[in-house]
């Protein structure tokens, strides 16, 4: 069965970083658009980022493009999340989100997420 799990949340203060790691399994991950959505509390998903399969294309919303860089390693199976200059916007549970196989870099919301690690930026 397909699992995706999260890790590298924590608290952080303004200004700095974490690097956020999602280990996939069940599934041919080195075919698949892979991505990152969050939750702010009391609020709805939100597309972070994503990348295509072989990393040809990544796609960022205007919120973090700039501060964070997505990476995957097809040989480990594993996709990640450098997040530089945080901002306490950026507080949020941190999904992995499977994309479509060969597809899109824009992955939807709502596809098939891990449990989520947590992200809070605050001094």
């Known amino acids: 069965q397909v699992q995706l799990v999260e890790s590298g949340g924590g608290l952080v203060q303004p200004g700095g970083s974490l690097r956020l790691s999602c280990v996939a399994s069940?599934?041919?991950?080195?075919?698949?658009?892979m991505g990152w959505v969050r939750q702010a509390p009391g609020k709805g998903l939100e597309y972070v980022s994503g990348?295509?399969?072989?990393?040809?294309?990544?796609s960022y919303s205007t919120s973090v493009r700039g501060r964070f860089t997505i990476s995957r390693s097809n040989a480990a199976n594993t996709l990640y999340l450098q997040m530089n200059n945080l901002e306490p916007e950026d507080t949020a549970v941190y999904h992995c989100v499977k994309g479509t196989q060969f597809g899109s870099s824009w992955i939807k919301e709502d596809g098939y997420r891990g449990q989520g690690t947590q992200v809070t930026v605050s001094s």
């Open positions: 069940g599934f041919r991950f080195a075919t698949y658009a």
């Open positions: 990348i295509t399969w072989d990393a040809g294309t990544k």
